[in-house]
């Protein structure tokens, strides 16, 4: 059965930094591009970065400049680097293949507050 896991959300500051990580089941990701999405109380989720198998990357302009997205082929693992936090970034985060999605995760709460 295919599964997403997320972690390494939390409670952080205006200012401050998070790192998302998310592990999938390599038989199911192969050479798909990878995704993180967000999902803000009262919206919909939206995706804010995805990366390519072989590394291009693309950025929601609400987040460019501030987080990084990155892929571990071998593990199968994606990472998002999320610095200079903002109120507005709070978000259950997803990560996901981009185009043919796959059953969705518990997804990760990061909340950014003072």
């Known amino acids: 059965q295919v599964q997403l896991v997320e972690s390494g959300g939390g409670l952080v500051q205006p200012g401050g930094s998070l790192r998302l990580s998310c592990v999938a089941s390599?038989?199911?990701?192969?050479?798909?591009?990878m995704g993180w999405y967000r999902r803000a109380p009262g919206k919909e989720r939206e995706l804010v970065a995805h990366?390519?198998?072989?590394?291009?990357?693309y950025y929601a302009d609400s987040v460019k400049g501030r987080f990084t997205i990155s892929r571990d082929n071998p593990k199968t693992m994606a990472n998002l680097q999320m610095n200079s936090l903002k109120p507005e970034d709070t978000a259950v985060y997803y990560c996901?293949?981009?185009?043919?999605?796959?059953?969705w995760g518990q997804g990760t709460l990061v909340t950014v507050s003072s």
């Open positions: 390599r038989s199911v990701i192969g050479f798909a591009d």
């Open positions: 990366i390519s198998y072989g590394g291009s990357a």
């Open positions: 996901n293949t981009v185009g043919t999605l796959l059953p």
